[in-house]
């Protein structure tokens, strides 16, 4: 078996858009991947804020949302697939790292490398009291390739990827996040230009 044949784990890393993405949903982007196997992966963006107010959805669920450091906070576009249904993406609790994989909420992937994507009404109902993760990212819809698909996007030169940093997702301007996810692996926006070297 040929050595480049084995299976690529992108789990916890960042797909970043190359300028010849063209696709509405893609183009720019920076995806967060909370799975990655040989089924296929699942991501979200984490670039592509709606103009929906975190307090707004919490509304639309008849919660009050008690954390004023997230009131202000907008929704993401988590990609295309079921975009009616909410994902949040958050550090553990601190609670949760005492047991191995457990969660606090009903419905939680568990990422290697430290985060959780939980799709369960319990952790916004956490957030309403006032609890809950401390930094989160909570997204309308998500990201997904199918068997393959992805290592064939790979191999068009489609997406960049790099280990994610936590720390583009939450502590890091949304207009940034793409620029700041090139950076970890030394480029910038202008090197990837299809005309650079074409004047």
């Known amino acids: 078996m040929p050595a480049d044949s084995a299976p690529i784990n992108l789990t916890h890393h960042f797909l970043i858009a190359m300028p010849g993405l063209q696709d509405e949903a ?3 982007s920076v995806v967060y991947l909370c799975e990655h196997s040989q089924n296929g992966a699942l991501g979200l963006i984490i670039n592509k804020p709606s103009d929906l107010h975190l307090k707004h959805l919490f509304d639309k669920v008849d919660l009050p949302l008690r954390r004023a450091d997230l009131s202000d906070a907008l929704v993401f576009h988590g990609g295309p697939v079921q975009t009616e249904r909410g994902f949040v993406l958050h550090e553990p609790l601190a609670a949760a790292r005492s047991g191995a994989d457990d969660s606090t909420y009903a419905s939680t992937m568990v990422i290697p490398g430290g985060l959780e994507m939980t799709t369960s009404k319990d952790v916004l109902e956490a957030l309403s009291t006032g609890a809950g993760p401390r930094r989160v990212l ?9 068997e393959g698909q992805l290592e064939s996007e790979l191999g068009e030169n489609a997406w960049l990827t790099v280990a994610a940093d936590p720390a583009v997702i939450f502590d890091t301007p949304i207009e940034q996040r793409y620029d700041r996810a090139l950076a970890l692996l030394g480029l910038q926006a202008w090197m990837l230009s299809p005309d650079v070297g074409h004047g």
């Open 26 to 28: 893609f183009s720019r």
């Open 138 to 146: 909570v997204s309308l819809g998500y990201s997904a390739w199918g």
